[in-house]
């Protein structure tokens, strides 16, 4: 099955700064490729997703990369604030919507003032 | 956009009682419901994975006698955790999964379950 790793599993940075989150991913059937925000005492809510057609995607501050030879995506955000404090989570799936996400295990961003 | 609302969003009850957590899409067919448990700090866990009408599909090491999945229609779906028990508090999430609007999976808000 998939297996999905994430690195690192905390970031601090200062407010202005730019984060990234990296994760690979081991199934090459696997092409939809979603990031997910998580504040503490709540569900996950999606930030941004990308699909294996696509090597860039780019929502104002947020950007995510794929690289489908090498299996592995980030996730960029740029001019970081403090509300961006939060757990974000990768996941791999080969079907999307219908088949089961694999998640990493989490980064724990901190953006101090 | 798509939501999914999930009840209770917290729970208090005694050790030997059952719980319902109810997920609900409000405005969109879910093709599929996944039910996740997450421990602090950790990741989420999938307990089990339901298509509307089916019998639920649970990982291993999940106790489908314990934690029971309805999936009675494309916008509704139950977790209900049986003779709960202190180890059973946690964190459990739903989540929709849709072939409409470009596909994609949409969380409920979550619910935390304590056990006393």
Redesign the interface.
Known sequence: GENVEQHPSTLSVQEGDSAVIKCTYSDSASNYFPWYKQELGKGPQLIIDIRSNVGEKKDQRIAVTLNKTAKHFSLHITETQPEDSAVYFCAATPNSGYSTLTFGKGTMLLVSP | GAVVS?HPSWVICKSGTSVKIECRSLDFQA??M?WYRQFP????M?MA?SNEGSKATYEQGVEKDKFLINHASLTLSTLTVTSAHPEDSS?Y?C?A???DRG????????T?LTVV
């Open positions: 999930q093709t599929t996944f700090k950790q990741s989420l999938l994975t964190f999430i989540s999964g849709t072939r596909n994609g999976y949409t969380f409920g808000s979550g935390r």
